[in-house]
């Protein structure tokens, strides 16, 4: 079987340094050129921090990049601005794009559909690359439909500024698509103390704990007569979310459509 | 909309008492008759710890019950023996069974498919009934798909037998189905004290605690770089199993196939 | 060795009952009388519902009672207003009592001290007997010497009214005994759902979880740089009071002075 | 208020390297002096990875050190066979020593402790400086008094060699001291599957579970009638062990006594 060419964009970040390393260390993957603004014209080997890319080119002009290289997947887990540029491009050259970001606008994604469906080509958009984070929320959606009690724990260190997480909000929207409406506790029930019972969201409860020594953590649980049942997931640092990048890449080789959100090629 | 004619096998049992409150506690059921073999002839009224139930004939003989009575639906929860006479008959008289039991052989399976097709009726037969413990197997299996790591812990009340569980053989079995076999921890790990791994079941690591207080209660833990995704199910007594009757009544109405397990009316 | 004659205060009530039960199970208690103001001349094998005290005399007065049958220990588990008259009457006469309540006032709990010391006499007042209950309060404030970030979060079932529970107000209470004070979570927090973050007790966050299945459950958790620390307390039935409750009267045999809270006899 | 005198032996090393970081974070605390076999006769600033400290110098013979510095405090975090004879020096010198090592000897220990005694000087050396590690154990020991049921579980990334950790069977040995010993869960418990009911230690059971992504967990159980009580720490990285010898430097300041084991000066 032909390796995967990759084309990586921003290899100098942090996800996409992970990202070169996810395709350095995969057998059946093979970098074929990197994207970097600052540095085109040399070889990603002469960048500080990347060894054993010797021929490994790197451009900083897409369209220059797509014509002189022939490749299969483009990896961007840069910013929107220039993610939706990108993503763009890389469709006109036959090049499927996997890229994370949550700052398309409808639009935006309503465009690359289109293009998709008319290109015949794969495009994944994922707002989270961590798998286990995505499976939480898809069972949270799913039991949702069968326990209308939710209360919702979320967990990360105290230097966090806002509360709730984004992921908790977007947990609870999830399961509110499914959920029975429902105002959860005793119809009597008191706060003594202002905030107890934390967040209210269409009735389910949000809670946010911050602590130093946590990361970022949610546990979701679902109550009804004699039984509770709990999804929890617990991220402990980055490299987590490169399982969900190589299942991206994996999967949108065999796709001809345009896909949102990793939770709709995980069944 | 008419309501759901509901008969009820063995209503003195824990769980077929609990059967019977359901039906009386849910607006569109109604409840035409029971099977018990030592009252037959009485009305429900009659039995000790029933009230409010002057209406409901008592059956000692099934073809009895069901030449005299019209019905929708049989809820079983009694035992293999009677259970797939039950069945059967049930289905001969174009009543829609719901069975709770782990005891019909392949061949019983077989038959009732056979008979569910021929005669185009919904039939449920659940080894559990707890929503909660389907879901986490169920999802545990999914998730099986994406985390080849993965180790259980179950943890039951020290009076239980066996060890591990039935619960936690059949999420491994389940979980093995999908999942790329795998010999997990580090090659040359070691015991230093017997048993402290655990029990091995194709790789997976599974734990049994027991300790007086707990009830029953499981977690299924899958591990990847940098992250951790745990399912956990806490069963606390056994109104837990009625969510799920009521669920697979619901369903059987509306179906014209043969259906083993709940996670497969689950989605 | 000579048995420990226990009086109980209330037998027909639920926690009286199990008391009952306590001496009964206990090789070296023996139940010497009852106090029930509604039986006061039978014996307790004649009261509903208890068999096998054929020579357990009931007293519906607590002077008759210690005035014929001599007593090491009352145990009461009754309420307040009937709890201090009984305890005063029991020092007076010699027998240690140990008393469940939350509702004596701190004028009642000075005069207790007071006959005690005079009369050197064992004297155990505890507003809770489940010993895991305890022991959580009592390590949560010795780790609040240790570490000053520290959230609660107690867990129960949603008919419980008020939020958050009295003993998540008594631990932090506790813990607010010891730990240096601190405003927890970045200074710059928001909550962009109201109540999010909890109730706020001297700057701890105290979160309220209310669903249906749970039954009464707390877990402290304390962070700093790199780690976490939680005690965890589940609660499954009121069984759980009585190993307690043999504690108290196993001490309060041994002691010659007035207790306020088993914390203070468990080291 | 002056400041505590401190010097660092081995400041390359990991927790060396921690360990001058809290010194210089640390308002009363002053750093004199660092031990460094390598680089003796330069300035700390001289050693790569190390700005700020031009006035710090550098001894690689700790006799050498102590002649030419005044220094109250003595932080050892090396090996064994350098950290006695720094040890051992230290005290000659009357400079209090703080050392991590699991490696003395019992003829070390007691040599330590003689001349503390004779001297008058504080001394502590731990195995463990992980407050929330230490703190868990002494809590399982406490309840280890009153729960006769315990089950350990302790968690660990799949690098990890050994099966249990260290740190589970010292709490097993530790809550072994003063639980009435006792063979756990039924007694005619079946393991269906080898090593389903964990490792054996005085009846206790402890499980060890390893996957990917974990970093190092224990949790502490103990059950009885109708309740649980879990203890559980976890450790996330090594930035969790400075508390523990800030607290050990500020203990032994006051105290002229030996100590080994952080427990011992937390109460």
Redo the contacts between chains.
Sequence with gaps: MSKVRVVVAGPRGRMGNEAVNLVKNTENYELVAVLDHRHGGKLLNDIEGFHGFSSVPVFSNIEDCFQNVQADVLIDLTIPEVGMHHTRTALQYGVRPVVGTTGFTNDDLQELENTCNEKELGCIIAPNF????V??MK?SQ??G???R?V?I?ELHH???????SGTA?KTAEMISEVRESKV???P??????????????DGM???????????AHQQV???????????????????????GVK?AVDTVMKIDTFVYGLENI??
């Design positions: 961590a798998l286990g984070a499976l939480m069972f799913m039991a439909k069968y326990f009690d209360e724990i105290d230097q966090k500024l806002d509360a709730p909000v959860q506790g005793h009597a029930e008191k706060e003594t103390m202002a905030g107890a019972r934390g967040a209210n969201f409860h949000i809670h946010s704990v911050r602590l130093p020594g946590l990361i649980m679902f109550g009804s007569e004699g039984q509770m049942l709990t999804i929890r997931h617990d991220s402990f640092n980055r490299a987590s979310f490169m399982s299942l995980m069944e």
